[in-house]
Each structure stands twice: as structure tokens, then as C-alpha cells.
């Protein structure tokens, strides 16, 4: 048997098999160095610490829920299609659009295919438009799905300080080639873009398709994608009740307008409901557009299973709350978002200005990525920083301060303070 002393440096392993025992102890020796008396994480970027209800861990372990795969066989997986058709006909209502498949696998694939669709729809045109805050992590993926296809990725520009798309500028980018422009809501920065609206009037002016990546809960707070005029909904469900899980699963949304153009080139699957045999209700498959179920050279994407689990988890949380509670959330994550704004000015940040919803671009007096690293060491963790974002008036000394519903006034005033004191050290 091992010492105590040798744990810390034993690798897994240890270069023989070890007992039940031994490995326990190598974990618990692990565990036991994670602090969990701090406050919930300031970060952001794509995954945020928003509360999860105790019901949703009671859910995703139910079996029939776990171990549901494609329901090849509708006769005999009634209760996963109604479950995806709620999860959809819920979501179709928050994002305001008319038809939601289920699912893909996050919010920056469901971006990518949306892509891939307008290039298939708006056939001929090699470009796309995006902003050029958006997520780092979003820009990557488009890249590695567009590039294959020889498609021109133009990076509209944000003002400086504000983070709202230019719309003039916009208006010289979007061209004949363009298939298709982007917008987020709120912005890979946080910014609420009062000009949205605008944005999908150049789009549809030169021909083009609406995409906005929006989050399903700022979305009950501001207008949604189909109040201004997106043809293409795409999101992040992971602040629908699926925790942080160490980076997902996650859901990835995608909504269309009632548009046959639109709905026959949606990817992955949609579940309807229709009448059997007998007239009674009954739930079905009605678009399976994947290279399983038709001719490869016809399928619409090669997405070779989908997130049901998590869909219908969001679907459960969606219910669970109501359209007034996510609203109730929206409003205290504005609100709290506003609070946080004041009191890192007060302590010398600077933040980018405009309506922020849930993050903040953030620059400290010193390079950010050296105050987060001495915030977590205080434990409280901010980021990620924003070196990777496209925008050229954001440089490597900002980045990202998130926060939810499930901070509290004092953990909040616990970050600023010490985000006040770290840059001074």
C-alpha cells in the first residue's frame, strides 16, 4: 500500500494496476483540494452558472429519458416524440418562430449549420457575415465547417466602446454574395444591440437570410429573433436547466419561419404530431433529413445523433418555470448585471457601454488575464479573457465578467471587491 506522502505525485495509474482501495484514496486526496465555499463562477463565453432546479436531476436519470436513442420506431417511442414535440412547440413560442427541430449538439454548431443551410438555400453565394465580437469559440466552428465549401467568412464591425453593429459599415460588406448575415442577442460581449432590427433590413435589401443567435432567456426579457425579422433562430441551451457539466453535453436550438424553402433544408429531425390508424393523436418523425435516412448525396447535414436528453431537460425546465418565471429571471439578471456594472466603475474598470444582459466586457488596470488569475486564487473565478476575439478595438487586457440569477448580492459584492483588489498586489 502507498504513504500519504506519495499521493501527490502519483500519476494514474502509477505504472501498475492499482486496488479499489488505492484508487479511491487517489481521488479523494484530489477532491478534497476543491474549494466549494465560494461564490458560484463569474464565467461566461458560452456557458453559464445559472441555478438548476432539483427536478432536473431527478429527470435525466429516469431511464426511458437516458437510454432513448432515434425513435426509428414511433409506435414504440410515443412518450420521447411527445417530448420532443413539447420541447419544440416551447421553444417555437419563446423565440417567436414557427418551426424548431431537435436538436444539435450546441449553440455554435447549431450556428454553423444554419450557415450551411442559407449557403444551400441562397444557392451561388460563396459569403457570410458575422460580427466581429462574436464568440471565439462560434468563429472557430464556422470556419471549420464553411471552409470545405470554399465560403468567404466577413467579419462585420462593431463601434468602438459600444459593441453595436456599424450598420453603415454593413451595408458595404453585405453584397450580392452574401447568403446570409448574423446577429446575437445579446452580443458574444454581452451587449444588447438596440439596432437588431436594422441589421436584418440590410440582410433582406441585398437578398441575403436573418440568422440570430439568441438566448432563450433574454429572449422572453427583449424582442426575439422572429419580432425582428430573423429567418433562421439559432441558440445556447445550456442556461435551460443542464448545468456547467464540465463543457456539456449541451443543446444547440435551431428555429426557422414557416418557410418550405427553410423547413426542407433544416438539419437533423423534427418530431410532429399527427392521427394513427384508429384517429387517435399520435406522434411521428416528419422530417429525418441526416445521410441514414435519404440518399448521402441529398442529406442536409451528417449530425449523427442529437441531444434528446437534453432538450427534453430544457423542455422540462422551460415548464417547470413558465413564460412570466424566465421572464422573472431575465429581469434579475439585468438587473444584476447593472449592479455588477457599478460597482466594478467605481473600483477603476473599465466596461464597454450600452445595455449589457448577463455579461460584461470588462478591462481591469492591469491585463486581465493577471487579475483573474489572482481573483481565482481568492476564489473567485472571471473570464474568459477576450484575446480571441476578432474585434480589433478589443484587446488582450479585457475580457469576460458574467452573472446570473444564482448570485447573490453578497457574491457579487465579494467580486468586485476583490476584482478592485487584485490589480493592486
Known sequence: ???????????????????????????????????????????????????????????????????????????ASQGLLQALFEYQSLMAEILDMDVVNSSHYDGSTSLAEALLMALRVKKGRRAVVLPDTIRPSYLRVARAYL???????????????????????LKDIVDDRVAAVVAEMPSGIGIV??????????????????????????????????EIGADIAVGEGQPLGLGLNYGGPYLGIMAVRYDLRLIRQMPGRIAGMTRDARGRRAFALILQTREQHIRRARATSNITTNEALMAILAAAYIAGH????????????????????????????????????????????????????RAAGKGVLVGPPLRGVAAPWLGDDWGIVAVTEAHSREDIDLMASVMGEVCGE
Not at 502509477?14 to 479499489?20: D, H, T
Not at 464597454?352 to 491585463?367: D, F, H, I, Q, T
Open 1 to 75: 500500500m502507498l504513504v500519504r506522502d506519495e499521493w501527490d505525485s502519483l500519476p494514474i495509474g502509477a505504472g501498475r494496476p492499482l486496488s479499489e482501495a488505492e484508487a479511491r484514496k487517489w481521488v479523494e486526496a484530489r477532491l478534497a483540494r476543491i474549494r466549494t465555499d465560494g461564490p458560484p463562477p463569474f464565467l461566461g463565453g458560452g456557458a453559464w452558472a445559472h441555478y438548476v432546479p432539483s427536478y432536473q436531476r431527478f429527470i435525466v436519470h429516469l431511464g426511458e429519458i437516458l437510454t432513448s436513442y432515434t425513435p426509428y420506431q414511433p409506435e
Open 193 to 226: 444591440d438596440p439596432g437588431l432590427r436594422g441589421v436584418g433590413e440590410i440582410a433582406h435589401e441585398r437578398g441575403a437570410l436573418y440568422i440570430v443567435s439568441a438566448d432563450p432567456i433574454a429572449a422572453t426579457l427583449y424582442k426575439p429573433p422572429g
Open 322 to 373: 413558465g413564460y412570466q418565471g424566465l421572464r422573472m429571471i431575465a429581469e434579475n439578471v439585468r438587473a444584476k448585471t447593472i449592479y455588477a456594472r457599478r460597482l466594478l466603475e467605481r473600483s477603476g474598470h473599465r466596461i464597454v457601454r450600452g445595455e449589457s444582459w448577463r455579461e460584461l466586457a470588462v478591462r481591469p488596470p492591469c491585463p486581465f488575464q493577471e487579475a483573474a488569475a
Open 147 to 169: 471552409e470545405p465549401h470554399e465560403v468567404e467568412i466577413r467579419l462585420a464591425p462593431t463601434r468602438p466602446g459600444r459593441g453595436s453593429i456599424d450598420l453603415e459599415a
